[in-house]
């Protein structure tokens, strides 16, 4: 915990240091905002005495109006100034941050990602760091100021009449032990409130996405009913929270009521014993009327400081995570490499632990240029063999070479860069068509990414995107299944990289699409090592080689023709058993 | 289409709110006249001390102003419980009948922006819009407020009153203005952070494509753009918030000095004590809440237009304020057995004038097998679609048993049609409750559905079975899984046609030969419209068309086709 704390403690610092100007400046400004706002009530209070003595002039009077509209004005200026400067000051520091970790999270290893959702992703780089932000502007501005305030305001009562001033510290004291205590009585209702809500929502949401489905099933009126059972959930946790939420500005608003009742009271008493002018009693009524939010302010944000302060842990607790990936000094040349798997051995880490291997001392070569097709049912690990190729993963014993040395010893950047993938499932981004080529790469041309959509026959797609390479592609329903491949494989392209692994490339493709792909592939492969992934028998004519994987092991390696013309090979046996006419 | 006016959808609202809009006016107006006893009584005592009127402490006011606190407390609280119940019967009714609304739409071009987008409209919009008529409330109250208190004032001091009330009602106009850049401002700041938050979310949901293509660097330099463009929208506003904050607080303190002004003869004359000077700050301070308000209402009047215009955007120009009739969604109508069901003349219009599909004329009856299949962009899904009234025909039309359909949406559904989509999504229920669809549970037409979907081997792999929950869109089940589980949500209707569209993409060979095995015995009864590229399908089909760019290039049965050389093994 005090390690912890520690980190915390550097990570405030790390942010806020470089804008220290700002924070001695905005502690200025709150102080002069304090000062001025307990003076405004003051100039009343003289106003009012100063009316009721005989010996004043009309100038006296006229002077203190004018002194006091200066003032106001004064502390409108230092009050917005604060929070101009306190809002700079913690935007700044909590973008900083958010790069940072925004660089952190992308390196990390799949086995991280995989654990995380979209949404956790933006609690973690965007709702986390805001409460950096919240932690800054809350502790500086709302706690540090109201201490201040409540303070000086006690300070000043104390210096016209002590009596009047002990009054007010005990209310003070009072009012913050109950308003402390009652600060938490909503908070349940919130909670399960916001639970209820984003239930509601997150099930609209995933209906909406699902419209043609739900059309296609006749399912509308029973959504609609589940839509008003969640909507009635939300709406009865709306109201609790309300009611009880009511308690943290209506015990503020009745402890100030009760405040004016003693003010009155003990005020017309000392009035009438000859202690205080009449005008300190109005000073104090108004005072009386600024202390009760200050209090409010202290006994809400402490709890709030508290949320903050959970958010910057997870921070730096993300911060501190480690890929499992340690990045090597390598660079990789520019001559296609061969590929081997040696003794091959890999299970999924889960968290600390690790689950059964998906993988068992897998081992074959790949001659540099060579083509080799990769066999096997679902799940029998041929997608894993390609994220370890990837390093997306680390083997877990055994080694994979590229050219000469194993994965771990190149570069991360280079070795990515050198190896293009198309997936199984390709992943737009609900941007560009252009950026969706290239992944928010400025620097390639849009001649380059009309060649690329050309090579590989997209270019009638092209044309009939209404703003061509800037046509926003929507998460579903504009891009086919098709496209979606053809596009993953144009990125690919536009990568040049010398060792191509296509993963199920084929899959949603037609026979007629996948002739014409067959010709762009020849583009995009000739010369490069290649590990083409398929279901479908019929996409591995090109292979040199067959690799049939089952249960995570190697089930036969060879030569395609060789082991096409064996006939009990399992590559053989496959052919023959009803994919034979896919293959004809 | 017509804008709904904001002011007509302030009206529908309150009569949606009913008795409880009602009961939370009266409240808010009586609880402001009550808040108004305080600043009289406090005059009167300071006032009477001042004048040596009052010799002892003033017990018996000190005692009514106790009693006036318990009933603000009370009313308070009344308060706090009718405003969200006038409140939500608004929000809910808006939300059942869009989302009405939406399902009746083609189902293809039923969302306008992602479903992202669409459900902050359902959360943010419909959430914001029913505030307003409570606001209103707030404002009238408070007119009554500041109407008795100025009359007050005025019998107190006429000129200083009448000196008051010019700049302010200068106040209101700008704040008119103030708040129309505001509500732009806002616009932006939330644009930009949707942007952030949108991004984040892109990015990590193709995290593995982004370290696949090494862009890492490349999408964190964008990521910094948008943060620098969210941190500039957020200041400015910020920065013009406080502008107007400061308005309406110096409202307060303007008034005040120009009371000071207009009073110190008065006041030197002894006409204008101590509890009159109470009494002018204290009502300032609930006036320039009025003002406060009365800024944001009118500030709001635009924000409420764009709201209404977002709201009717996504509605396909339903008028917003026929969200508050009725909004029963349609009762489906029921279609005789089947004998003949014809597609004519079919065409499918883009916006930019090309054909998704043209021309097609097709042939279904109970045991007919007819398979589509053609080259990516042919228009295979398009035509399914448009068969289904997913997509809105340009021209032809759907005939079931010699009598055109009208209605697709509400005809051509289960238990008649049932269909399986290319990319089929799953909701994050059990696996029953998918298939189901809140439909009864039957044992064995769940099984004989499992079955035929050839999902058994992987549902006894559960620990729990069919009750296995599925997860967001179904994460916790593989692809092939997820569009097996499809394959049986469409099994288990039992319905008179199928139209599947190339359901088996993500299975291996020996599964996917194995559920079209089945399919031969499950199908015998049932019309089919397949989309597939597999000759084991088209073999058993007993015609095949192959569309070429939406047109219907060759038909006929497999063998033929292979024949004349127009499919190719």
Known sequence: ?584 | MKTTAPLTMIWRMMRQGGWWYVINLTVVVVLLLVELLPGLINRQVLNDLQSKQQMSIPWLLLAALLGITLTRVVMWFALSYTNPKTRVRSENVMRHSLLSRIFQQPAVAALKGSPGEIVSRFRDDIGELPHVVLQLNDIIALVCFAAVSFYVMYQISAPATISIAAPLVLIVVGARFAYNRIYIYRQERRRATGRVVGFIAETFGAIQAVQVAGAEQHVLEHFDELNQIREKATLREVLFDGLLDAMFRNAVSLGTAIMMYMVYKQAMAGEFRAGDVSFFVYSLGAISELLGELGIFIGRQQQLRVSIQRLENIGHGLPAEQLFDDSSFPSQMPLPRLATLSVRNLAVQWANGNYGVRGVDLDLAPGRLVVITGAVGAGKTTLLRAVLGMLPRAEGDIVWNGEKITNPDLQLLPPAVAYTSQVPRLFSDSIVENITQGRVVAESEMDEAIHGAVMEYDIAQFEHGVSTMVGSRGVRLSGGQIQRAAFARMLYERPQVWLIDDVSSALDVLTEKKLWERFISIRAEVACLIVSHRPQVMSMANEVIVLKNGEIAARGSYAELLESGVLSH
């Open chain 1, 1 to 584: 915990m005090n390690k912890e704390f520690k980190r915390y403690r550097e990570l405030l610092q790390r942010y806020f240091w470089p804008q220290r100007m700002q924070v001695s400046l905005l502690i200025g400004l709150i102080l002069l905002d304090n000062a001025l706002q307990l003076f405004g009530p003051n100039l009343l209070s003289r106003f009012v005495d100063l009316a009721v003595d005989t010996t004043t002039t009309s100038t006296q009077l006229q002077t203190i109006a004018g002194v006091y509209l200066i003032t106001m004005i004064f502390r409108q200026g230092a009050s917005m100034a604060a929070t101009y400067v306190g809002e700079t000051a913690g935007w700044r520091a909590a973008n900083r941050l958010r790069a940072d970790l925004a660089r952190h999270t992308i390196a990390l290893d799949m086995s991280y990602h995989k654990q995380q959702t979209p949404g956790i992703m933006i609690e973690r780089i965007d709702g986390d760091v805001a409460s950096l932000n919240r932690f800054f502007s809350q502790m500086v501005l709302q706690i540090g100021g109201s201490i201040i305030l409540l303070l000086s305001t006690v300070g000043v009562m104390f210096y016209y009449n002590w009596k009047l001033g002990v009054m007010m510290l005990m209310f003070i004291m009072l009012s913050a032990l109950i308003l402390t205590t009652l600060r938490n009585v909503a908070v349940p209702y919130w909670e399960a409130g916001r639970e209820a809500a984003a239930q509601l929502f997150s099930f609209l949401e995933e209906r909406l996405a699902g419209i043609e489905d739900i059309r296609g099933l006749g399912s509308s009126a029973h959504v609609l009913k589940r839509l008003d059972v969640l909507m009635a959930t939300k709406n009865r946790y709306d109201i609790l929270g309300h009611v009880y939420g009511g308690v943290t500005w209506i015990v503020p608003l009745a402890l100030a009521a009760i405040l004016t009742i003693l003010i009155l009271g003990f005020g017309s008493w000392l009035y009438l014993a000859g202690q205080i002018s009449i005008g300190l009693i109005v000073m104090t009524l108004l005072y009386g009327e600024m202390v009760v939010w200050p209090i409010r302010a202290i006994a809400q944000e402490i709890d709030k400081l508290q949320q903050a302060s959970a958010g910057i842990l997870r921070v730096v607790d993300l911060m501190s995570k480690k890929s499992r990936l340690v990045d090597g000094t390598e660079a990789l040349s520019a001559v296609v490499p061969a590929v081997t798997f040696d003794h091959v051995t890999f299970a999924y880490p889960d968290g600390e632990s690790v689950e059964a291997p998906v993988l068992t001392d897998v081992s074959f070569h790949i001659p540099a240029g060579a083509v080799v097709g990769l066999l096997g049912r679902t799940g029998s690990g041929k997608s894993t063999l390609i994220r370890l190729l990837f390093r997306l993963y680390d083997v877990t014993s055994g080694a994979i070479k590229i050219g000469d040395h194993a994965l771990p010893e190149y570069q991360l950047a280079a070795l990515r860069s050198r190896v293009g993938l198309v997936t199984q499932d390709v992943q737009l981004f609900y941007a560009t068509v252009r950026d969706n080529l290239t992944f928010f790469n400025r620097a390639i041309s849009d001649d380059k990414l009309i060649d690329a959509l050309r090579t590989l026959g997209l270019e009638r797609w092209l044309s009939q995107q209404p703003q061509g390479l800037d046509t926003v592609l929507a998460a579903n329903g504009a891009v086919s299944a098709g496209e979606a491949q053809l596009i993953a494989l144009a990125r690919v392209y536009l990568k040049q990289p010398q060792v191509i692994i296509l993963d199920e490339a084929s899959a949603r493709i037609d026979p007629e699409t996948e002739k014409m792909l067959e010709v762009a592939l020849d583009t995009v492969l000739a010369g490069k090592t290649t590990i083409i992934i398929a279901h479908r028998l019929q996409t591995v004519r090109r292979c040199d080689y067959i690799a049939i994987l089952a249960d995570g092991q190697l089930q036969e390696f060879g030569g395609e023709a060789d082991l096409r013309n064996t006939f009990e090979s399992r590559y053989a046996t496959l052919l023959r058993s009803g994919a034979v006419e896919e293959l004809a």
